[in-house]
């Protein structure tokens, strides 16, 4: 038997047409497919570049406009706004990038946008001065690499992930997707996993990311075959 369960982004429980009769314990489940249409963003509201004369209080801004960016698009921003005060470099070998400020300029990027470039070692929050600082880690845009499938009706007694009880279903591993994308990842030899004892007559998906947050999809549709 299969259920489809769609707009599980949402986090809502979906009611079944016909309850499952798992009172003596004997039945498993396991995630059949997940159907993912990109919709979360690598960029927050929030974000900022900001620039100054070197000692001044006098300060100009940039706000990137919440999305998901490829690094081609936030390095060309950068460099719209701030020419004038530093140049901005990335290696289509290593992925590193190099952030060179010019005498006399000090800037300033939100933490956020830190991470994202990986120019975050000890910066955070800083106004770096005129120097030229170079990422010591691969630009990361991309960001989310596993989404973590979670079923609240698995029973804990049965199912453990690294020792401890767990109600995660599945991890399911991304290839690389711009914003829009439609994913379908399949599974042909499911892990199967022990529902809890009783009768079942509503199913609840919750999905995370990397960072152990629920995906935020931006009313982008989500759905999975179990």
């Known amino acids: 038997m299969f259920h489809i369960l769609k707009n599980v982004q949402d986090g809502a429980a979906v009611g079944l047409q016909q309850s499952i009769d798992n009172r003596n314990g004997s039945m498993q489940v396991g995630l059949r497919s997940l159907t993912v249409t990109v919709g979360w963003y690598n960029v927050e509201a929030g974000e900022m570049l900001s620039w100054r004369r070197s ?16 690094v081609s698009r936030i390095m060309n921003m950068m460099r719209s706004e ?54 010591d880690r691969a630009a990361n845009f991309v960001g989310t690499k596993t989404l973590s499938v979670y079923l609240q009706q698995l029973s804990t007694t ?12 599945a991890l399911v591993g991304l290839d690389n997707y711009s914003y829009g994308d439609t994913k379908t990842i399949r599974f042909d030899s499911p892990e199967f996993k022990h529902l809890i004892r009783d009768s079942i007559s509503e199913l609840k998906v919750s999905i995370y990311d990397d960072k152990g947050k629920i995906i935020d999809n931006h009313c982008i549709t989500v759905y999975v075959s179990v």
């Open 55 to 70: 000692g001044s209080l006098e300060e100009g801004s940039f706000e990137f406009p919440p999305g998901f960016y490829r």
């Open 82 to 135: 701030a020419r004038e005060y530093a140049i901005f470099r990335v290696s289509s070998f290593t992925g590193l990038i190099t952030l060179e400020i010019l005498d006399g300029w000090e800037l300033r990027f939100t933490d956020g946008l830190l991470s994202l470039l990986n120019l975050d070692d000890g910066l955070p929050g800083t106004w770096l001065d005129s120097w030229t600082y170079q990422g």
């Open 158 to 169: 049965a199912n453990f992930v690294d020792g401890a009880p767990s109600k995660l279903l």
